[in-house]
């Protein structure tokens, strides 16, 4: 079984930045793509960014020339700076594993980002 714990979330004024991380623990293989969605209250689930374990990224237009996604395959983990923060960045933020060997996803608890103004 894989689970993945985030961590780094918490209130930062605007203009600010944060880190998240996201490590997995259990087996996972060398074939899967993780990532990072967002849900503010009230609103759909969205995309922030994805990488494959090459490297290859995503991103949504929310994250766009502010936010970079990024991971270390060793330790089972991927990161998520974010910066020049805004208030409509307010939202819990998902880790999210794709396997592709599993055929499915996995999800992590959320970590809360607030921003204020």
């Known amino acids: 079984q894989v689970q993945l714990v985030e961590s780094g979330g918490g209130l930062v004024q605007a203009g600010g930045s944060l880190r998240l991380s996201c490590v997995a623990f259990?087996?996972?293989?060398?074939?899967?793509?993780m990532g990072w969605y967002r849900q503010a209250p009230g609103k759909q689930r969205e995309l922030v960014a994805v990488?494959?374990?090459?490297?290859?990224?995503n991103y949504g237009d929310c994250a766009k020339g502010r936010f970079t996604v990024s991971r270390d395959n060793a330790k089972k983990t991927m990161y998520l700076q974010m910066g020049s923060l805004k208030p409509d960045d307010t939202a819990v933020y998902y880790c999210?594993?794709?396997?592709?060997?599993?055929?499915?996803?996995?999800w992590g608890q959320g970590t809360q980002v607030t921003v204020s103004s």
């Open positions: 999210n594993l794709r396997s592709f060997n599993m055929g499915r996803d996995y």
């Open positions: 990488i494959t374990r090459g490297g290859n990224t």
């Open positions: 259990g087996l996972i293989f060398n074939n899967d793509e």
